[in-house]
């Protein structure tokens, strides 16, 4: 069974840019996470999708932040501007439902520059 | 406000003795705890997982205690192996959105050969 993909695995950019990140999760989760991780801190959750809907973004800094799931399969998630304090690992997360274990992609290391 | 605590950021043992990894919460409304293991570069793996009705789950060399009255949980690894070297992630959900994950910061874990 395949994991969680990301891409890219690495994003070098300056600040005031913009970044996208894509996401696609294990066949058949229907909820999908975004965490943030800095580093020397555990993994914060940013946004969380019950298929194409969402069903927590409380942490996610909604004025420079955004993020889809379309057709309740993949995801991306969008950082317009990026700002210094966003160099974290954003890691993607699937589960069958919002009470079965989540399983972790790779991540994206972003470092804004 | 850090609900999930892991107070020390590294812990080393020998090959063969005994690891504990400590974790503390604040929120009484967690009532399932879960430990991650995560190599650089890659996304956090599940290990073993606890609910909040027992005090003990073993598997294999893994054991997660949970003491509800002092908000304290704990991983014993026994014996220890250097393959087990990796950062511990300390993790709970509960109250109004089961599905969300809140993490400590994490132990480093080294073991020795």
């Known amino acids: 069974e395949a994991g969680v993909a990301q891409s890219p695995r690495y994003k070098i950019i300056e600040k005031r840019q913009s970044v996208a990140f894509w996401c696609n999760p294990i066949s058949g989760h229907a909820t999908l996470y975004w965490y943030q991780q800095i580093l020397g801190q555990g993994p914060k959750l940013l946004i969380q999708f019950q298929n194409n809907g969402v069903v927590d973004d409380s942490q996610l800094p909604k004025d420079r932040f955004s993020a889809e799931r379309l057709k309740g399969v993949d995801s991306t998630l969008k950082i317009q501007p990026a700002k210094l304090e966003d160099s974290a690992v954003y890691l993607c997360?699937?589960?069958?439902?919002?009470?079965?274990?989540?399983?972790f992609g790779p991540g994206t290391r972003l470092t804004v520059t | 406000d850090q609900q999930v605590k892991q107070n020390s950021p590294s812990l080393s043992v020998q090959e063969g003795r005994i690891s504990i990894l400590n974790c503390d919460y604040t929120?009484?409304?967690?009532?399932?705890f879960l430990w991650y293991k995560k190599y650089p570069a890659e996304g956090p793996t599940f290990l073993i997982s606890i609910s909040s009705i027992k005090d003990k789950n073993e598997d294999g060399r893994f054991t997660v205690f949970l003491n509800k009255s002092a908000k304290h949980l704990s991983l014993h690894i026994v014996p220890s192996q250097p393959g087990d070297s990796a950062v511990y992630f300390c993790?709970?959900?509960?109250?109004?959105?089961?599905?969300?994950?809140?993490f400590g910061q994490g132990t480093t874990l080294q073991v020795k050969p």
């Open positions: 993790a709970a959900s509960g109250g109004s959105n089961t599905g969300k994950l809140i």
């Open positions: 929120n009484s409304m967690f009532d399932y």
């Open positions: 997360a699937s589960s069958i439902t919002s009470t079965t274990l989540q399983y």
